[in-house]
């Protein structure tokens, strides 16, 4: 069974940093495209960042120039490093995984605590 965990939320003050991870397991990483996404009380779940198997980045324009994702396919890991965080960034945030080739598998984490407060 293909499990992707999330670790490194929590509360952090305005302005501060925060590095989540996302350790996949049972799947063959180096062919999927991973992402974050997250979601806020009362709003729908939004693209945060994406990773593709070449190591393209994505981002939402509300995240471009404070967070940085990447990946390390010898640990099956996925990063997402948060600088400069606001109330804003409040938000469950989910690891995502979609295969590139077919079949288009996708899978998703269950979710990791951002509170962004002073």
């Known amino acids: 069974q293909v499990q992707l965990v999330e670790s490194g939320g929590g509360l952090v003050q305005p302005g501060g940093s925060l590095r989540l991870s996302c350790a996949a397991s049972?799947?063959?990483?180096?062919?999927?495209?991973m992402g974050w996404y997250r979601q806020a009380p009362g709003k729908q779940r939004e693209l945060v960042a994406t990773?593709?198997?070449?190591?393209?980045?994505n981002y939402a324009d509300s995240v471009k120039g404070r967070f940085t994702i990447s990946r390390d396919n010898a640990k099956n890991t996925v990063y997402l490093q948060m600088n400069s965080l606001s109330p804003e960034d409040t938000a469950n945030y989910y690891c995502?995984?979609?295969?590139?080739?077919?079949?288009?598998?996708?899978?998703w984490g269950q979710g990791i605590q951002v509170t962004v407060s002073s």
């Open positions: 049972r799947i063959s990483f180096s062919i999927y495209t």
């Open positions: 990773i593709s198997e070449s190591s393209v980045t």
């Open positions: 995502n995984a979609k295969r590139s080739y077919f079949p288009l598998n996708t899978y």
